[in-house]
């Protein structure tokens, strides 16, 4: 199965470096299970969704310019005078939505299915931090603009960090280059965030390299075992990603042509005030969830360490889950909490939206605690206590089972 | 390996989905690129500043002043009689690219020359009253160009070129 080919040229080429055989195994020739569903779309997707984000921005830098006195005229510009400036900058605003929009299904794709589980825990834990580094990258692009919204977000985000003792003023001060958020920090911002989504595909390269060390998961949770358990990435699954692309691109159109500003807010079409704050500040969606648990806590420093916990208690996630069964098809107590975790999630980004007072903040506080204790306290427990359904013996029996729809199903 | 797979069972239905669905990517992904593209050419704001008027009415014989005009230098050149008629004098066969005087002015407008500020070699900007041929000089690489802007001597291969421009009045031009 592995590359082969009559050209001189090419075999000369690969023979002193091996990129077209890499390239053979990683898109044509890799074993992926033959069962893979519609939730294992958004790898890819992402994929594709980072190149364009990195293509959209690299163009976006051609027109913009970062200093607080041009940067916003500078959208206008873009959005106004340059050819297809606005289609551009939609693309790039909407595409960072998309982006998270994809992500976080990936990342529930991997909690129902229990992909962070052994032996793939280094995938899990690179896929944690590649999150990390887009909340980054999301937060500081969302401050070019330089409107009300960015500029407000910017102040109420690095302000996070005066929450640490002793140290926190002077690295607030440090983050900011001055006393305030200004040019400084806009320029910063800007050298950061055409940075970081490198920094991702390298990471990304990192996810990859790790994922085909172990293979991908599967529905069914449990290992290839025999060739007529897998099938090789192409052409089935590049035509399943392909179609999965097209898909997620009508979405994505949808927003870029009708709703371009539906997922923004019209505050920042504001030129920024350092000396007006608007009156309800709320950060984009995707961040929404960690901005309810960040105000739930009726303590500085408490709520800071929460909202960066919410993100740490996934680092070890791996470890917390106690079940030697992974897919929660089988794990028929674990599969009803990880739907109330999933509304739990929303509630809480619905609480992050409102203003925090009566009882959306009551509801805050019980989705907050429910948060960790979903990941402390039942994911360990029900491990212990939880009596998984029957596993297959192979994957190839349990499709060609539910296939046929005959006597028995994958539980039988 | 699709080929094989090509019986009395659909193989010509899967060509066509393979081609359509190909066509469609195809250009699918051209219309994707174009704004790309098209997003480096000059923007709306530039575009609006194509052109420029100036007003010649201070300029005194054996005068030239430097007018911007989409960010490159347009000389506009008051010529003496003496300068005209230097210009005229020019044999055509000693003209690298020729070109007659009464070419590059406006008829029954021979004392106003207007010329691109950009050696035709490499996109200096020439010096005013100067070289052999008392015109233009580049100092970049040493062309020389006579007092109707034309080439002489030097690297450079062409004329100064003459923009697009027309007297409103007596003593207003619009440039491009």
Redesign the interface.
Known sequence: MSFQTDNKLIKWFDDRLPLVSVMHHTFVQHPYPRNLNVAYQFGSILGVMLTLQIVTGIVLAMHYTAHTSLAFDSVEHIMRDVNYGWLLRYMHANGASMFFIAVYLHMFRGLYYGSYKAPREMIWIIGVVILLVMMATGFMGYVLPWGQMSFWGATVITNLFSALPVVGDPIVTWLWGGFAVDNPTLNRFFSLHYLLPFVIFGLVFLHLVALHQKGSTNPLGIEIKGPADYISFHPYFTVKDFFGFAAFGVIFAIFVFWFPNYLGHPDNYIPADPLVTPAHIVPEWYFLPFYAILRSVPDKLMGVLAMFAAIGVLFILPWLDRSRVRSAAFRPQYKWFFWIFALDCIVLGYAGSQPAEGNMLIISRIATIYYFVHFIFLMPVLGWFERPKPLPTSISEAVLAGKASSSGGENA | ??AASHGGDGGERRDFLVITAGAF?GVGAVGLV???V????P????LALSSTEVDISGIEPGQSVTISWRGKPVFVRRRTEAEIDAALAVDMDDLPDPQSDAERHKDGKAEWLVVLGICTHLGCVPLGFAGEYDGWFCPCHGSHYDTSGRIRKGPAPANLEVPEYEFLTDTQIKIG
């Open positions: 390996m699709s990517v174009w704004p790309f098209d997003q480096m050419n923007s709306a704001d530039v």
